[in-house]
T-cell receptor, first 114, second 115 residues
Framework: AQSVTQPDIHITVSEGASLELRCNYSYGATPYLFWYVQSPGQGLQLLLKYFSGDTLVQGIKGFEAEFKRSQSSFNLRKPSVHWSDAAEYFCAVGVDNAGNMLTFGGGTRLMVKP | KAGVTQTPRYLIKTRGQQVTLSCSPI?????VSWYQQTPGQGLQFLFEYFSETQRNKGNFPGRFSGRQFSNSRSEMNVSTLELGDSALYLC??????????????FGPGTRLTVL
């Protein structure tokens, strides 16, 4: 079975600083990879996804992520964080033989200092 | 295009009662998935329905059930509620093709509190 680990439960960065959120997955083949963001009291919004091809994917709100097969990682990055980026971020994987089921990591709560 | 809607948004029940939550997917989406989100267990997959059939099921007891109607709307039911069922229940819809690699669109969730 697949699993996802987000090692950092909380991260605090200053506004304007760069950001990297870590995500590691465990699966025998290449999974489909997603990053979602959740603001308080809200559902999940998709930031970006990786299915195949170019390992650097661009998403909404200036986010990007890089798939590294050798490290089983799919880290999320943003060059300059804005106060409105404060939220919880979830990495998720989907696989071919499980319908549309997503397996989520535990999430990383991002706080932004002014 | 309207997003995924969930009703009700908030619900308070007592132990032993049952509850039904509703989800209306985005128009044209035929796959509906349900997730439970709690502080302790995080986001966990409950089940997925596609064309009125349960396609996949997570590791939850039989007290959790669901169904999907011909218009793709879905309901989930929890019987004999326990305190541990207090959670945010999220519904997600997606297009029917390219299973596994579909973008799933999430609703705002139903916050269930069991007293």
């Amino acid at each position: 079975a697949q699993s996802v680990t987000q090692p950092d439960i909380h991260i605090t960065v200053s506004e304007g600083a760069s950001l990297e959120l870590r995500c590691n997955y465990s699966y025998g083949a290449t999974p489909y990879l997603f990053w979602y963001v959740q603001s308080p009291g809200q559902g999940l919004q998709l930031l970006l996804k990786y299915f195949s091809g170019d390992t650097l994917v661009q998403g909404i709100k200036g986010f990007e992520a890089e798939f590294k097969r050798s490290q089983s990682s799919f880290n999320l990055r943003k060059p300059s964080v804005h106060w409105s980026d404060a939220a919880e971020y979830f990495c998720a994987v989907g696989v071919d033989n499980a319908g549309n089921m997503l397996t989520f990591g535990g999430g990383t709560r991002l706080m932004v200092k002014p | 295009k309207a997003g995924v809607t969930q009703t009700p948004r908030y619900l308070i029940k007592t132990r032993g009662q049952q509850v039904t939550l509703s989800c209306s997917p985005i128009s044209g989406h035929r796959s509906v998935s349900w997730y439970q989100q709690t502080p302790g267990q995080g986001l966990q997959f409950l089940f997925e329905y596609f064309s009125e059939t349960q396609r996949n099921k997570g590791n939850f007891p039989g007290r959790f059930s669901g169904r999907q109607f011909s218009n793709s709307r879905s309901e989930m039911n929890v019987s004999t509620l326990e305190l541990g069922d207090s959670a945010l229940y999220l519904c997600a819809s997606s297009r029917p093709d390219r299973v596994g690699r579909n973008e799933q669109f999430f609703g705002p969730g139903t916050r269930l509190t069991v007293l």
